[in-house]
């Protein structure tokens, strides 16, 4: 485990220092901040001025060079936008992505799994049927209409819940709900799927041999069998949604998170802050996959996670 | 054609009877007869073999006995016998996996490979035993030792990918073996082993049917299988049982031309023949059966009768030579064995 870990962390500082090397050229490369930042009649002057104090007039190696020395002290510089520490403004967003994303999981991961093993029992019932059809429907749908059209219902018509913005626990149940139907099909499926893998694998056939109860095989034999998959899924799709899967519906919620804070950075051409953001959301997939990794052996003991 | 089964083996106690099984798969192409008029009987300690190539329905009722038959298929006829008793489906749960257990193929894929292998022995027992936790736990470690595993404690603790083939399906017989069964459906027990293996998990089965006293129900394709262990045999060809008799007389004199192709292709380790005879042509799919006799167009005996007409199972003396018909002792579907 130790072993594990240890090369765990080794490849998560390979994959974080490809990543933000990555947004560091790029930014740099397609984009003027300096320009954007100022107004229209500024002077060449002022140009000037203004890329020596945000130190962008030195040689790119020298940037590249004094950016890296300042992220291992994990000193990303100032947000142009908002004059604080870059990686303060992002680690002050994050709480509010990791409540969200973590909701929708729980909701995902409640309405969906039981109901893919339902479906599973039944292949070919109305159930299963409804459910493969339902799911397509949720993967297809685009969240920013899901998200309009719940906000519609809920909050326009019905006027049960707010539109948009953050605040008490009422304020996360659309976007969480948004967030977790377009999941919850894939994981439901995933679930369906594996499910009936298992069902059909022969020791399912031994413990009915052996008189064993309906129930008690289900959820003692095959679900921790069926989990390996689903545990995979569920992490990568919360993964997926801490490190920009949620822009969308940040957005459309107008929610605090760092997905609706990575498109305000790139509004404000603030590659600063978008550096600090690329760094955490990397940290979160590498330390979302890692405890994965940690679950499957915890299920599983022939994976070997060394 | 089953009425009274006690006649024939009235030296035996009749344990557990199946009477006129029949049970049908719905496939893309119609419905399969997977299984007709089966009957079979097993009295307490016997081994009764069950013979047929795949495809046959050798496994099929046994399945049908430990309702394992598949959501496609389903039993349209038969009658179990349980101690002289009939029992309906609600009484054969009970039996099942205590009275009446199960030994599978493939020993490796029997077991849930995420739980520990002492756990699938426990829940046996504590579920028909009513046995508790640790109660359980010490019962378990001696089945181990019964089966021969050695260092039963620590392999308790182990998971199934932790064993080799021959020692899982130890393990497998050690739990069909807990609950303290009367009957023991093996299918094809040794088929997916090792063929060193394969003898000692045979020789492991008959010495504790002597220690025990259980009924062995052993299905194979292999007659190589049953031919020192069985005492009784029933010849499956095409979902039905064509020959019937004790295993020795089946072995010296067999009638139907099927049972004497399936010896004859047969290695036997004694005589030292010259050439296998292979059964010429496949078997039959079970959707277009013809009317006659199933094996009527491999057989090289078949006259007209068999294709029109089917033989039904009738009994004959125990061998050619002799005249003396005990009933029920030895049975043969065919038109030319009398």
Redesign the interface.
């Given at each position: 485990m130790i072993r594990f870990l240890a090369w765990r962390l080794l490849s998560g500082v390979v994959v974080m220092t490809l990543v933000t090397a990555t947004v560091f050229f790029v930014t740099r490369m397609l984009t003027d901040p300096v320009r954007i930042m100022l107004p229209l009649s500024a002077s060449q002057e002022d140009y000037d001025r203004l890329e020596a104090s945000l130190g962008l007039d030195q040689h790119l190696v020298t940037q590249f060079w004094e950016f890296i020395s300042g992220a291992v002290r994990l000193d990303f510089g100032e947000s142009f936008w908002q004059g604080v520490p870059a990686l303060e403004v992002v680690i002050g967003r994050l709480p509010s992505t990791f409540q969200l994303v973590s909701a929708s999981m729980v909701v995902a991961v409640v309405l969906f799994v039981p109901l893919g093993m339902a479906a599973s029992l039944k292949p070919g019932g109305w159930l299963d049927r409804i459910l493969v059809s339902a799911s397509l429907f949720g993967l297809s749908m685009p969240q920013f209409w899901l998200g309009s059209m719940l906000i519609f219902v809920f909050s326009v018509k019905l006027g049960w819940l707010p539109t948009s913005g953050s605040g008490g626990p009422e304020h996360l149940v659309l976007p969480a709900f948004t967030l977790a139907l377009t999941s919850g099909g894939r994981i439901a499926q995933i679930t369906r799927s594996s499910m009936l893998d298992q069902l059909n694998?022969?020791?399912v056939?031994?413990?009915?041999?052996?008189?064993?109860?309906r129930s008690y095989v289900l959820f003692?034999?095959v679900l921790?069998?069926a989990l390996l998959p689903i545990v995979t899924l569920i992490a990568y799709e919360s993964a997926f949604a801490m490190a920009g899967y949620a822009v969308i519906v940040e957005t459309v919620f107008a929610w605090p998170g760092i997905g609706r804070l990575a498109v305000q950075a790139v509004t404000q051409r603030d590659i600063v802050l978008l550096q600090a953001l690329v760094f955490v959301a990397a940290l979160v997939v590498v330390v979302v996959n890692t405890i994965a990794d940690v679950i499957y052996k915890m299920?599983?003991?022939?994976v070997n996670i060394s | 054609m089953t009425e009274g089964f006690d006649s024939g083996q009235a030296d035996h106690q009749i344990l557990l009877s199946v009477a006129d099984l029949a049970v049908d798969f719905d496939t893309e192409s119609g419905i399969v007869h997977a299984v007709q008029d089966v009957s079979w009987s097993i009295g307490a300690g016997e081994t009764l073999g069950v013979v047929g190539e795949s495809g046959s329905g050798k496994s099929v009722t046994a399945a049908a006995l430990?309702?394992?038959i598949p959501i496609t298929g389903r039993v349209v006829n038969g009658t179990f016998i349980w101690h002289g008793d009939r029992v309906g489906s609600a009484e054969l749960?009970?039996l099942?996996?205590?009275k009446i257990?199960?030994v599978?193929q493939?020993p490796m894929?029997?077991?849930?490979?995420?739980?520990h292998v002492g756990r699938q022995i426990t829940?046996?027992l504590v579920?028909?035993v009513n046995l508790s936790r640790s109660a359980a736990r010490r019962r378990a470690h001696e089945l181990l030792e019964l089966v021969g595993i050695p260092d039963p404690s620590r392999r308790m603790r182990q998971?199934p990918?932790e064993f080799s083939g021959g020692m899982a399906q130890r393990v497998?017989i050690a739990?069909a073996l807990a609950a303290q069964p009367e009957v023991l459906i093996a299918d094809e027990p040794t088929t997916a082993l090792d063929v060193t293996i394969q003898a000692q998990i045979l020789d492991l089965m008959s010495e504790l049917q002597k220690e025990l006293g259980i009924a062995i129900v052993l299905i194979t394709h292999d007659l190589g299988v049953v031919a020192g262990v069985a005492d009784h045999l029933a010849v499956m060809y095409a979902g039905r049982v064509i020959e019937r008799g004790r295993s020795a007389d089946v072995f010296a004199n067999p009638y139907h031309p099927y049972t004497r192709g399936l010896l004859a292709s047969t290695p036997h380790p004694r005589d030292v023949i010259d050439r296998l005879v292979p059964i010429k042509g496949n078997p039959p799919v079970v959707t277009e059966l013809s009317p006659g006799c199933a094996f009527a167009d491999r057989c090289p005996e078949a006259h007209d009768r068999c294709r029109v007409e089917r033989p039904p199972m009738s009994a004959v003396p125990s061998h050619p030579a002799s005249e003396t018909v005990v009933l029920r002792d030895r049975e043969v579907a065919c038109w030319n064995a009398f």
């Open positions: 694998r022969p020791y056939t031994t413990l009915r041999a052996k008189g064993m109860g003692r034999h921790r069998n299920i599983d003991p022939r | 430990m309702d394992l749960a009970r099942r996996g205590s257990t199960m599978f493939d894929n029997a077991l849930n490979p995420l739980v829940e046996v579920k028909h998971y990918f497998v739990m």
